[in-house]
Nanobody
């Protein structure tokens, strides 16, 4: 069972990136997948989650700029990031859980069963 996050890189402020989270060993359509980010010295920050039920949750601060989606045929979850800002610079992680997530639980990193290795996003000013 593995999650592979990719798509990070260096982008100018105002630009866009699409991160991918590909799964192997299990199917994402029966799992909840969350995206988090982390900067050195700080805890993981929840960005968005798509539950196994199909419901989506997002952090208020990023709603409207970041959009989560799932492609069941490719067994991949995406995070489309638009209007990027220098403060979005972080390592971005995807995480999976073989159970539904809810608005009160999706930010709890301890509930996720699997984690991708992280992909660096750097936004220059």
């Amino acid at each position: 069972v593995q999650l592979q996050a990719s798509g990070g890189g260096l982008v100018q402020a105002g630009g866009s990136l699409r991160l991918s989270c590909a799964a192997s060993g299990f199917t994402l359509d029966s799992s909840s997948v969350g995206w988090f980010r982390q900067v050195p010295g700080k805890k993981h920050e929840g960005i968005s989650c798509i539950s196994s039920s199909g419901l989506g949750f997002s952090a208020n601060s990023m709603r409207g700029r970041f959009t989560i989606s799932r492609d069941n045929a490719k067994n991949t979850v995406y995070l489309q990031m638009n209007s990027l800002k220098p403060e979005d610079t972080a390592v971005y992680y995807c995480a999976g859980r073989r159970a539904p997530m809810y608005s009160s639980t999706w930010r709890d990193v301890s509930l996720y069963d699997y984690w991708g290795q992280g992909t660096q996003v750097t936004v220059s000013s």
